[in-house]
């Protein structure tokens, strides 16, 4: 039978931040406009008007019309009506994101390897013992041998965040949700917040919280790198994860499968050169010798990249994801524009040869566009024209991401060109959100703000499936991500996905056999099941994550 989207009044669940956009989408099959309520706790009308005939949504294929109350300007807790359908309750008000935007970043201290959970911060539930620290069963990750015949060295790669619902490491997007975390609290910084106090060990030392959770992933990092003396020093490695794929449910502590480290890749090379240079300049005020460490470890691997400018990492492959890219000229691009950025160097400016472009936006293959975001942070290091030029160009960008917003059935800023929906398409929205947000900061138009925080709607349940996509908030919210210790639904023992973790999204590639048992013939952006099978729909992963804790620092800032 049909699966059940909920009501056909989609709103955020979350709510609606007072001096934000405030927009609703309603499924329905007629075309005239209709009148719509808006209902306090208590069932009054406070509000109401008429609805805007939209059409069919060719992402959904729903046929939807549009609401905007974003006069109303009362706190509270509402509902949304036409006719007889009633939305899920949200709130009107001014701090809704503090809660979320310290959860998605908390998301990370769970998500830690090498180090004991601990209930103190995260409840009983929670809690679990350290994964891969050389205990038994674990045979990782103090000493990591080489995959088979690539290399005759083992490595200390403790540490670091999994990737996602597996136990692998990969440098790749591990760095980018590190750079993610970093550049939140750049710009958090440069606007007069700290950031928000988060339950972790290290909370109550003098560094910023988002400093000290982004540094547990910059160290692995930096171990990941060929130490000198052997081939290929100056290197990193693409990866580590277990010899075969492991079922779950399965807690790290349990993992007892042999773990390897893959070859040095140019791309991870680039990325710790990338998230290097901007380790260095953020941690310079908090933590001199941390900075140092990544800016000579940064350096270093620019180098080295340099000397070995194409290895790739292999397609396919056995127990972990490929995160494959045949192409780092992107990567050269951004590490390039990091490198400039704190250094100042003129020699690195020649080698960013990339920027911005609305149909790439930004993921952990896709790295050109972060060369423009790495010099919006470091604005004194360019000339008055060619800053025009970089404001010019991100404008550009965030007004074809307010054009898709604007002209979809359910506003995302997301909108391939070819129509299908990727893996991860939720951080694809929240990406493309954060260039909207990094675009109002640069010109102050509000448009860029508004599209931005609506974005947000998409990912908190206006959308094709009635879903908050976002554990723990909305009334209907993902539940079942795949994740071998948050597993729920597999051994009740176990728990839910912690609040704040961002599922990846509708996929319409149906890569795995839940999706593709329950999905066939799906619409792209319904293409979603709540299972913890569903990989290709329904994981979460550092790098989502980290996209989501950006976004609702800003917007929790915009109250
Ligand atoms: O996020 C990755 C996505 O871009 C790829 O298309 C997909 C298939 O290669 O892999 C995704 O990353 C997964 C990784 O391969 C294994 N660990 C979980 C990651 C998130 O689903």
Request: with cysteine.
């Given at each position: 039978g049909f699966p059940d989207y909920g009501s056909p009044v989609r709103v955020n669940q979350l709510g609606y931040l007072t001096s934000g956009p405030k927009r609703a989408t309603y499924v329905t099959t007629q075309s005239t406009a209709l009148?719509?309520?808006?209902?306090?706790?208590?069932?009054?009308?406070?509000?109401?008007?008429?609805?805007?005939?939209?059409?069919?949504?060719a992402a959904s294929g729903d046929h939807v019309q549009l609401i905007d109350f974003g006069d109303v300007r009362t706190r509270g807790t509402f509902r949304l009506a036409v006719g007889d359908d009633l939305s899920e309750p949200f709130e009107i008000g001014d701090r809704i994101y503090s809660g979320l935007r310290r959860d998605a970043l908390e998301y990370f201290y769970n998500n830690r390897s090498g180090i004991e959970i601990e209930a103190e911060y995260v409840g009983p539930q929670y809690a679990r013992a350290a994964g891969h620290l050389g205990v038994a069963p674990n045979k990782g990750d103090t000493s990591v041998p080489c995959l088979p015949g690539t290399?005759?060295?083992?490595?200390?790669?403790?540490?670091?965040?999994?990737?996602?619902?597996?136990?692998?490491?990969?440098?790749?997007?591990?760095?980018?949700?590190?750079w993610q975390l970093l550049d939140l609290h750049e710009r958090s910084a440069a606007h007069g917040d700290r950031g928000v106090a988060l339950r972790i060990p290290e909370s109550g030392n003098s560094v910023p919280d988002v400093l000290d959770e982004a540094r547990w992933e910059v160290d692995f990092v930096l171990r990941m790198q060929v130490p000198p003396g052997r081939p290929f020093a100056g290197m990193v490695h693409h990866k580590i994860h277990d010899h075969k794929w492991t079922g779950l449910?399965?807690?790290?502590?349990?993992?007892?499968?042999?773990?390897?480290?893959?070859?040095?890749?140019?791309?991870?090379?680039?990325?710790?050169?990338?998230?290097?240079?901007?380790c260095a300049r953020?941690?310079?005020?908090?933590?001199?010798?941390?900075?140092?460490?990544?800016?000579?470890?940064?350096?270093?691997?620019?180098?080295?990249?340099r000397r070995h400018p194409a290895l790739y990492a292999p397609d396919g492959g056995e127990g972990g994801g490929a995160y494959d890219d045949t192409k780092v000229t992107d990567e050269f691009s951004w590490a390039a524009a990091e490198l400039f950025a704190t250094t100042g160097k003129g020699f690195y400016k020649k080698f960013v040869t990339t920027t911005l472009k609305a149909a790439d936006g930004?993921?952990?293959?896709?790295?050109?566009?972060?060369?423009?975001?790495?010099?919006?942070?470091?604005?004194?290091?360019?000339?008055?024209?060619?800053?025009?030029?970089?404001?010019?160009?991100?404008?550009?960008?965030?007004?074809?991401?307010?054009?898709?917003?604007?002209?979809q059935g359910y506003a995302n800023p997301y909108k391939p060109a070819d129509g299908e929906y990727v893996w991860g398409s939720n951080s694809g929205a929240a990406n493309n959100a954060m260039i909207l947000?990094?675009?109002a900061d640069l010109t102050g138009r509000t448009s860029y703000r508004s599209?931005?925080?609506?974005?947000?709607?998409?990912?908190?349940?206006?959308?094709?499936?009635?879903?908050?996509?976002?554990?723990?908030?909305?009334?209907?919210?993902?539940?079942?991500?795949?994740?071998?210790?948050?597993?729920h639904s597999l051994n009740p023992a176990l728990p839910s996905p912690y609040p704040g973790s961002l599922a990846g999204g509708p996929n319409s590639g149906l890569q795995d056999p839940v999706a593709q048992r329950n999905l066939q013939g799906c619409a792209p952006a319904k293409c979603y099941v709540d299972e913890i099978g569903s990989y290709s729909t329904n994981e979460v992963a550092v790098n989502w994550n980290s996209a989501l804790a950006w976004l609702t620092a800003y917007a929790d800032q915009q109250s």
């Open positions: 009148d719509w309520r808006l209902l306090d706790s208590g069932d009054k009308i406070v509000a109401g008007g008429k609805t805007q005939p939209y059409g069919p949504d290399c005759d060295h083992s490595l200390d790669v403790r540490g670091g965040w999994y990737d996602a619902g597996d136990h692998g490491k990969y440098v790749v997007n591990g760095a980018l949700a590190a449910p399965l807690a790290p502590a349990a993992d007892p499968q042999q773990r390897y480290l893959h070859p040095p890749s140019t791309a991870a090379t680039l990325n710790l050169a990338a998230v290097g240079a901007r953020v941690y310079a005020s908090w933590d001199r010798r941390l900075s140092k460490r990544c800016l000579t470890a940064a350096e270093k691997a620019w180098d080295a990249a930004f993921s952990w293959q896709e790295t050109g566009g972060l060369a423009d975001l790495a010099l919006a942070r470091a604005p004194h290091r360019l000339n008055p024209h060619d800053e025009r030029e970089l404001v010019r160009r991100i404008s550009s960008v965030a007004d074809a991401y307010l054009t898709h917003l604007g002209t947000a990094i675009a599209a931005a925080l609506e974005s947000l709607d998409y990912l908190l349940g206006r959308n094709a499936v009635g879903l908050s996509f976002v554990t723990g908030y909305g009334e209907r919210f993902s539940h079942n991500q795949h994740h071998r210790f948050w597993a």
